[in-house]
């Protein structure tokens, strides 16, 4: 039987993270997994969550299961952090999920469920997986124009002209900030603009938001999102605490569902139980507790949205010092999208070519669509990948 398996595709971005490791040279730089980075090149544990963990430590009487939907604190924590206190509650559904991932698979298998038939549309460029997933399950899939290349900022007259495909039913994937891997993100105007759409056309938003915190502070952030949620009748919301909460390996999220009304509360409510028995049946508690046990304590949620917030100021100032290092370099202001970008990630715009020019000569590693993680950078080596970029003709 085994075979009879095939060779899968290799995943880019852990490929590269492979080559780097290998890499002697001393002044290489990896700007490609797409991970938190302190300057000392660590994913430091948040000190909240040092807190919560012993907490759970010396207060946790059992190991046994939460439930099948994880423990209701952690979903109505997250709903709060992200739709805000005045959310819907009566048409409100959620399931606890290993991380970002498994909510975004366990709602495509939602839709599979519901409506069959539909078809997702993604923004081009999309995170990788969002396709991958699609495919393999079989999902019909629709693509729309975001990025522009020549201005590295949202096309949203293409982005718009190109959703005129979209038909009753079909849902639109949308990043909720910090768009991955672009760094471009719509604004508030433009999100009203696509929610008065997708209700006009009879479709549904799908939002991924994985970096809440990490673009213009918490409620920013979730501004985009709450604007959709506060105009539509329903809606899928696909969330990680695996960067705002530093939890990574936790594999902590959580999918949650507007319904029409309360009446399909309880249906969708059932249904999201029922998938999660049939993928993994229980969730995992571990890091859902850690991120309840800070959103409900005003101390350790004061703390850990200091910590946060000093993150997100510190990924914003390196945007700076490379806007400012290229300036310099390049006597043109060609690259100030850099500071103007949120979040983790901004997409240089360089050719395949001038990437793989940057390895082989600089020791500069990056995503080929030439997705670089700002939070890879230091002060030190802001300066090599400024002269790296000069030097393969950006």
Known sequence: M????????????????AAYRADPRDTKVDLGVGVYKNAQGLTPVMRAIKVAEQRIVDEE?????????????????????????????????????????????????????????????????????????????????????????????????????????????????LHGCC?????????????????????????????????????DGLEQDAAGVRLIASKVPEMLIAASCSKNFGIYRERTGVLMALSPSSAEQSLTQTNLQFLNRQNFSF?????????????????????????????RLGMLDLRQQLADALRERSGSDRFGFI?????????????????????????????GDSRLNIAGLNAQTVPILADAIIAAGV
């Open 2 to 17: 085994l075979s009879n398996l095939k060779a899968q595709p290799v995943d880019k971005i852990l490929g590269l993270a």
């Open 339 to 367: 500071a103007e970008h949120r979040g983790m990630f901004s997409r240089l715009g360089a050719s395949p070519e001038q990437v793989e020019a940057m390895r082989e000569h600089n020791a500069i590693y990056m995503v």
């Open 283 to 311: 969730p995992p508690d571990h890091g859902a507790r850690l991120v309840s046990i800070i959103l409900n304590d005003d101390a350790l949620k004061t703390d850990w949205m200091q910590e946060l917030e000093d993150v």
């Open 179 to 215: 768009h991955n891997p672009t760094g471009a993100n719509l604004n508030l105007t433009q999100w009203g603009e696509v929610a008065d759409f997708l209700n006009a056309r009879g479709a549904i938003p799908f939002i991924d938001i994985a970096y809440q915190g990490f673009g």
């Open 61 to 173: 009487q059992t190991k046994a299961y939460t439930g099948l939907a994880g423990d209701p604190a952690f979903s109505e924590a997250m709903a709060g952090l992200i739709l805000g206190t005045d959310y819907p509650r009566e048409r409100f559904a959620a399931v606890a999920t290993p991380g970002g991932t498994g909510a975004i698979r366990q709602a495509l298998e939602l839709i599979q469920m519901a409506s069959p038939d539909a078809t997702v549309w993604l923004s081009n460029p999309t995170w990788p997986n969002h396709p991958s997933i699609m495919k393999y399950l079989g999902v019909p899939m629709g693509e729309y124009r975001y990025f522009d290349n020549a201005t590295r900022a949202v096309d949203f007259a293409g982005m718009m002209a190109d959703l005129e495909g979209v038909k009753a039913g079909d849902l639109v994937l």
